[in-house]
């Protein structure tokens, strides 16, 4: 009791002498109360069979029938392993992309074209998916797409990607990593700006190359940026990137075995029966396992290295 009546003044005390900074956060702690709090009573459609007339609360409680269509299928382990595995693919080799690039474009020392290498890089991140889709078309088409023209004009036989379910892996994560890279680049660059100048000019006067100076001081420095953020990518570790896969894949059943992910399973199983309670079991599904596996991960990193855990 004494401990809560002590954080109490703390926090008022806290409030009073920094009024500016806790209105600064208002907006975020609303937003977060409004769409991310208040609508948690509504996982309960999950477990009921949804009448927009009697709604969430009247409408009769079913328990973990709507979970059986991922089960009963067969494909639960599939999807499932395909989500997680190219999350898995995204998360790292993005975040090492992003990491290397950031670095790159830090050691650049002409002002405008850094600002111009930093727009370019960002530009793919606005790119709708569907264009996106369309641009994948034009360079895989067996008929005429631009890497079988090329192919057809150094002497080699036309090769039908779409019909090549093994490619196709490293094709979407390519074009993740090619679409993702600048925005997270960003908070990288942001973090490396935020070190200070004096450890990297106390390095050069003992003499320190610039492999080592980004060895031994911007990486280390970087690394609780790094955890944090792959730390927080993992709670969406389920949940897939449906704009780029469907648009990629579309309904070509002959690449389902490798690109099928929970998202454009669910989106094919479910479309034209608006059956919001099954679309909201997946949804469950995908947050809870979300949060085991964030839950997992921080109490490895917390035996590791406490200062960089989550809590």
């Given at each position: 009791m004494?401990?809560?009546?002590?954080?109490?003044?703390?926090?008022?005390?806290e409030l009073k002498h920094k009024k500016i900074l806790f209105l600064m956060i208002a907006p975020t702690i609303v937003y977060l109360i409004v769409f991310s709090y208040i609508p948690m009573p509504g996982a309960y459609?999950?477990?009921?069979?949804?009448?927009?007339?009697?709604?969430?609360?009247?409408?009769?409680?079913?328990?973990?029938?709507?979970?059986?269509?991922?089960?009963?299928?067969?494909?639960?382990?599939?999807?499932?392993?395909?989500?997680?595995?190219?999350?898995l693919a995204f998360i790292l080799i993005g975040n090492l992309v992003q990491v290397v690039i950031a670095v790159m474009i830090s050691e650049i020392g002409c002002k405008w074209f850094k600002k111009v290498t930093q727009s370019v890089i960002l530009l793919p991140y606005f790119i709708s998916m569907v264009i996106v889709g369309y641009f994948a078309y034009n360079l895989f088409n067996y008929n005429y797409g631009f890497v079988n023209s090329i192919l057809t004009s150094l002497g080699f036989a036309k090769h039908d990607f779409y019909s090549d379910q093994g490619i196709w892996k490293y094709i979407i994560v390519a074009f993740k990593i090619w679409s993702g890279t600048g925005y997270g680049m960003i908070v990288y660059l942001a973090a490396i700006t935020g070190i200070n100048g004096d450890v990297y000019e106390a390095a050069a006067l003992d003499g320190a190359s610039l492999l080592q100076k980004i060895r031994y001081i911007t990486l280390p420095l970087l690394r609780p940026t790094i955890v944090l953020l792959i730390l927080f990518s993992l709670g969406g570790i389920l949940k897939g990137s449906f704009d780029l896969f469907y648009n990629l894949i579309g309904n070509n059943s002959v690449l389902y075995a490798q690109t099928d992910i929970i998202d454009t399973f669910v989106f094919?199983?479910?479309?034209?029966?608006?059956?919001?309670s099954q679309g909201a079991a997946v949804g469950l599904y995908q947050s809870v396992f979300g949060l085991v596996f964030v839950l997992g991960v921080n109490a490895i990193v917390k035996r590791i290295d406490p200062?960089?855990?989550l809590f």
């Amino acid at each position: 009791m004494n401990k809560l009546k002590t954080g109490g003044k703390n926090f008022l005390h806290e409030l009073k002498h920094k009024k500016i900074l806790f209105l600064m956060i208002a907006p975020t702690i609303v937003y977060l109360i409004v769409f991310s709090y208040i609508p948690m009573p509504g996982a309960y459609i999950a477990f009921v069979n949804y009448n927009i007339g009697k709604g969430i609360f009247g409408s009769t409680f079913v328990g973990l029938k709507n979970f059986e269509f991922l089960a009963k299928t067969g494909d639960l382990w599939r999807i499932t392993k395909n989500t997680l595995l190219y999350n898995l693919a995204f998360i790292l080799i993005g975040n090492l992309v992003q990491v290397v690039i950031a670095v790159m474009i830090s050691e650049i020392g002409c002002k405008w074209f850094k600002k111009v290498t930093q727009s370019v890089i960002l530009l793919p991140y606005f790119i709708s998916m569907v264009i996106v889709g369309y641009f994948a078309y034009n360079l895989f088409n067996y008929n005429y797409g631009f890497v079988n023209s090329i192919l057809t004009s150094l002497g080699f036989a036309k090769h039908d990607f779409y019909s090549d379910q093994g490619i196709w892996k490293y094709i979407i994560v390519a074009f993740k990593i090619w679409s993702g890279t600048g925005y997270g680049m960003i908070v990288y660059l942001a973090a490396i700006t935020g070190i200070n100048g004096d450890v990297y000019e106390a390095a050069a006067l003992d003499g320190a190359s610039l492999l080592q100076k980004i060895r031994y001081i911007t990486l280390p420095l970087l690394r609780p940026t790094i955890v944090l953020l792959i730390l927080f990518s993992l709670g969406g570790i389920l949940k897939g990137s449906f704009d780029l896969f469907y648009n990629l894949i579309g309904n070509n059943s002959v690449l389902y075995a490798q690109t099928d992910i929970i998202d454009t399973f669910v989106f094919r199983s479910l479309v034209g029966q608006y059956n919001f309670s099954q679309g909201a079991a997946v949804g469950l599904y995908q947050s809870v396992f979300g949060l085991v596996f964030v839950l997992g991960v921080n109490a490895i990193v917390k035996r590791i290295d406490p200062e960089n855990a989550l809590f």
